[in-house]
């Protein structure tokens, strides 16, 4: 609903000649919800932004929150909504810091009777409704990327890797291996290959709880993917549980070298480059 030209300049005129008491009731109103988690300096910073934002906007003239006049008030309430979302506040508390301004201006407009001044609060009222639907919406967008963002944080940091040995890195997958993750492993995998110059990489599945064909092939397409950049791969971890799941759903793994921990993987990839291990050599001094 957008205001007439007459109601905007009525709208401006009651913020202007009540700034202060606006400003004052209206930080109040938002204070009590807020709980003490925002003080009363930074909530008093906020509310004088909105004020100032819908003063600037109702004085252009007809004024609809979609109007190019109102992009200032979109503008500030975006940014009290990515404000608020990344302080931890939830949609409602975002939403009622704006709701609040509904019960503000009735007590200002109370002591006029006549049928005008309801239509302009049903007016004023009706803009306000759809300043908080807009935080409300700006929230969730902001929500949904730090979301995002933290969920790509989490996938980069459940999936590293190590440097094991001279020319040894390794992958230690813990849970489960889906398409996304699995082509963040390879990714890092392939880039720490270039980085290091390693001949050998280990890809431990100890801590993964079940191997089916989908993560079989993940796998295997992550060990094609590191041969073509001239690495060999050793994969660790194959319980005799994850054994009897390999066989009994018929996954070749072809030449690629198996072994039963990541231990057995290290030392088999040492043998390869000609490095005695402590086995070994126990073994001889024996």
Partial sequence: MALSAEQSSRLAGLLTRHEEQVTQRWTEAIAGSMRGRLSQAELRRQVQDLHRGMIVASEQGVIDLDSEQASELRAVLSELSRGRARQGFSATETAVSVFALKDVLLDLMEDQSDGGALRDYVAFAALVDQMGLFTFESYVRTRESLIADQAEQLLELSTPVVKLWEGVVAVPLVG???????????????????????PYAIIDITGVPAVDTQVAQHILKTVVAARLMGADCIISGIRPQIAQTIVALGIEFGDIATKASLADALRHVLRLSGVETGRRQHRREA
Avoid: K, P, Y
């Avoid at 082509?183 to 110059?197: A, F, H, P, S």
């Fill in 176 to 198: 489960t291996l889906d398409s996304a993750r699995a082509q963040v492993v390879m990714e890092r995998l392939l880039q720490t290959l270039v980085d290091t110059g390693s």
